[in-house]
């Protein structure tokens, strides 16, 4: 009797200890697989799940479907019970986005709890959206967003180029690359800068606004755009 006590304890503290949770999303273009820990996945959409992690530095390897070539390969620390979203870009820079603590209430179940962490995004869903986890990001949906650049190369004026992005960033929520890539569809300097700050309040991982510096063609406008930022 005391061996199956024993036996069960430890059954339970191992589902205790593997209960993490990580999301990722690789926001580049073409076909990807993941692998973490012991799992590999594969999807159209670029957005992974990985659950029953334990908690400690796992491994994230990223690689592009046709050619193998590795996009991203690293590593995150997760805490036990913890869910992490986060978004590789086409650079194979990781982003972030969400730590969420999590409480598992049986073997298929589990909840998002808020103490000590960022408030819950998705009430009443304990899961993001598989194919959108950031909310209000319609942009996230990489043929979105590539049909709306195509549309900027196919018009020649710059003033309306400069409109037209300025209104499909306020009704997404975009990547720092993403507007580095609207931003190089530009032809005039001053228009790229007046773009780059109007579409810093739009950005979900404002720590990679640096990726913008090669979208100018003279470094005084990217100078510009920093004091901008640090007035804020």
Not at 37 to 43: E, G, L, R, S
Request: charged share 15%; net charge neutral; glycine share 4%.
């Amino acid at each position: 009797m005391k061996i199956i006590f024993t036996f069960l304890i430890a059954v339970a503290l191992q589902f205790s200890g593997s209960a993490s949770e990580l999301y990722v999303r690789v926001n580049a273009a073409g076909e990807y697989f993941a692998s973490v820990y012991n799992q590999t996945h594969y999807n159209a959409n670029n957005t992974f799940k990985f659950s029953d992690l334990p908690g400690g530095i796992v491994t994230i390897q990223v690689f592009n479907r046709m050619t193998n070539a590795i996009l991203y390969n690293g590593s995150l620390s997760l805490k036990n019970n913890e869910r992490i979203v986060a978004q590789i870009d086409g650079f194979g820079q990781l982003t972030i986005i969400q730590r969420v603590q999590i409480q598992e209430l049986n073997w298929y179940t589990t909840i998002a709890a808020t103490d000590g962490y960022p408030t819950n995004p998705y009430p009443n869903n304990p899961y993001p959206n598989p194919t959108n986890p950031y909310p209000g990001n319609q942009a996230g949906n990489a043929e979105v967003f590539q049909k709306f650049i195509t549309s900027l190369k196919n018009e020649s004026i710059d003033g309306n180029k400069l409109t037209m992005a300025k209104s499909f960033v306020k009704s997404n929520t975009l990547s720092a690359e993403q507007i580095a890539q609207i931003s190089r569809q530009l032809s005039f300097d001053s228009n790229r800068l007046e773009f780059a700050k109007y579409a810093y309040d739009y950005c979900f991982d404002k720590s990679n606004y640096f990726l913008l510096k090669d979208t100018f063609s003279f470094s005084s406008n990217y100078n510009n755009l920093l004091k901008y930022i640090e007035s804020k």
